[in-house]
């Protein structure tokens, strides 16, 4: 079993910056990426941004220049560091991990709950 515990989120100001931060915990052989994704009201899930356990990583369009994504492979976190934010970043934040459970485990997406964050003046 995996846990996948988020924290960060809540409201800023256009402009302002926050910090998304993501734990991973359980039976975790290894991973393949993680990262975050993000739903507004109505709309999809889609990529924010997503890190290897290599250190390459992958970036939507619209936060490139913007956001910051960081691992750290020994503690199985990730954080997210989100300048510069618009109103149009609101939605809600969900934290995915790919992870093998053990060295002949097919890998699994495992997902947080989701954090809000809303961008408004």
């Known amino acids: 079993q995996v846990h996948i515990e988020e924290s960060g989120g809540g409201l800023v100001q256009p402009g302002g910056s926050l910090v998304l931060s993501c734990a991973a915990s359980g039976s975790i052989f290894s991973f393949l990426t993680m ?21 390459s990583t992958t970036y939507a369009a619209s936060v490139k220049g913007r956001f910051t994504i960081s691992g750290d492979n020994a503690r199985n976190t990730v954080a997210l560091q989100m300048n510069s934010l618009k109103p149009e970043d609101t939605a809600v934040y969900y934290c995915n991990a790919v992870i ?3 060295s002949d485990a097919r890998p699994r997406n495992y997902w947080g709950q989701g ?5 408004s003046s």
Do not use: E
């Open 35 to 55: 990262g975050w994704y993000r739903q507004a009201r109505g709309r999809q899930r889609d990529l924010v941004a997503r890190i290897t356990t290599g250190g």
């Open 115 to 119: 954090t809000q964050v809303t961008v």
């Open 100 to 102: 093998r459970g053990s």
